[in-house]
């Protein structure tokens, strides 16, 4: 054991310290900040912008590869069907394609503890039903079919700026009374939740806003210009819905936080990112630009507001390395058997950004206190006394 150099504990001889998170070895503010090791996803930078890594922060570092072949095998559907001429039954299959590897992801994760149907009832369903309802009423309002709208300035503004705006308000309204039940306390917790809210409502918008589409089209149709489209409105969408509201959520989770420019950059963020996607997206469309680019556009965009997650998230679980405890677990990262409080000492992970039904090993372990030669462990002992990990 060795004093940290950062936060002056006494920690495993490890790469990171296992109480703040830093990388050990040096005293700068780079090792402390440590933005080359997402807390969430150890061994990946925190600006690299990956989708799944990014909006499934609890999804251990070993199952990541199969929500991305998830991904891109439903991806690989819906463009198949796009192919084929299926648009009615590609559209419908990319539309519950991101909302339900989420739900497979909380079963996994286990993030709803024991409260499965309040925190789906709060997230999914509540963004089903207001998915309906403000897309029904923006239709109404807006008088436009999204294949040919309105090319007036009312249209312009009230669908680019005024209903992203509107959503962005909504969306995380339900979301909020999980905060007060004691249980989700972090800001991990509330992205999670964010997220699956924006993901609900992207679901139902996308089925009412191409409800039309689905009724009228034959099942046969011709495929020309549709594959942009259709993944654009029915994947993308989704990602930036879930984005911004989990960036919304997870920033005012803990709202002592908003003086940190950080979190106070969190709303005009994510509003401004859900505006210049839909109105730079729009003028895109009506000036003729190819699809190639549009769709280029969008995900630029959504890319920027990943690495804005990445940050805050990163941010939040190293401020929030809370006590847990010295005690021996499996480390959802890296699947060590490790001696840790807040952070792996191996490869930095931290032990809250992990599935809720991660193993433990061992009982709570002393906590070490001085950097001495401690009693050797006993032959056959998953964790040494100093808790570091068996080689």
């Known amino acids: 054991m060795t004093p940290c150099e950062h936060c ?162 909504v969306k995380p309204v339900p979301v909020f009374g999980l905060r007060g039940s004691g249980k989700f306390t972090e800001t991990i917790d509330g992205l999670t939740f964010g997220v699956a809210a924006g993901l609900g409502y992207a679901a139902a918008e996308t089925i009412v806003n191409l409800s039309r589409v689905i009724a009228t089209e034959p099942v046969h149709t011709a495929s020309a210009n549709w594959l942009s489209y259709v993944v654009t409105y029915t994947v993308l969408n989704p990602i930036l819905q879930a984005s911004c509201t989990g960036i919304l959520v997870a920033a005012l989770w803990k709202p002592r936080r908003l003086g940190k420019a950080l979190y106070a950059l969190a709303v005009p963020v994510a509003l401004g990112g859900h505006v210049l996607y839909s109105a730079v997206g729009q003028l895109l469309q009506d000036h003729g630009v190819p699809e190639t680019i549009e769709v280029f556009f969008y995900a630029a965009v959504i890319a920027g507001l990943l690495v804005y997650i990445r940050h805050l998230v990163h941010d939040a679980l190293l401020d929030e390395a809370t006590d847990f405890g010295f005690r021996a677990v499996v480390c959802p990262h890296c699947r060590h058997s490790v001696g840790a409080a807040a952070f792996c000492p191996l490869c930095g992970g931290a032990v809250s950004a992990g599935p809720r039904t991660a193993a433990l090993v061992g009982a709570p372990m002393s906590a070490p206190t001085a950097p001495a030669a401690g009693p050797q462990a006993a032959p056959g002992s998953g964790t040494t006394p100093t808790g570091q990990a068996n080689a």
């Open 8 to 169: 002056g504990r006494d920690t495993p001889d490890e790469a990171f310290c296992t109480w703040c998170g830093a990388h050990r070895g040096s005293s700068g503010d780079a090792a402390k900040a440590r933005r080359h090791d997402y807390a969430a996803h150890a061994g990946e930078h925190v600006a690299q912008p990956s989708v799944v890594t990014t909006l499934f922060p609890h999804l251990p570092r070993h199952r990541a590869h199969e929500f991305r072949w998830g991904l891109i095998g439903g991806l690989a559907v819906v463009v198949a069907l796009v192919g084929g001429g299926l648009v009615v039954a590609a559209i419908l299959a990319a539309a519950v394609l991101v909302p339900a590897l989420y739900l497979v992801y909380l079963y996994e994760a286990q993030v709803y503890r024991d409260e499965p149907a309040k925190v789906l009832g709060l997230t999914m369903v509540a963004g089903v039903v207001l998915g309906v309802v403000v897309s029904l009423v923006a239709k109404a309002l807006l008088h436009s079919s999204p294949l040919k709208p309105t090319q007036g300035i009312g249209y312009l503004v009230g669908a680019t700026i005024v209903l992203p705006l509107v959503q962005e308000v």
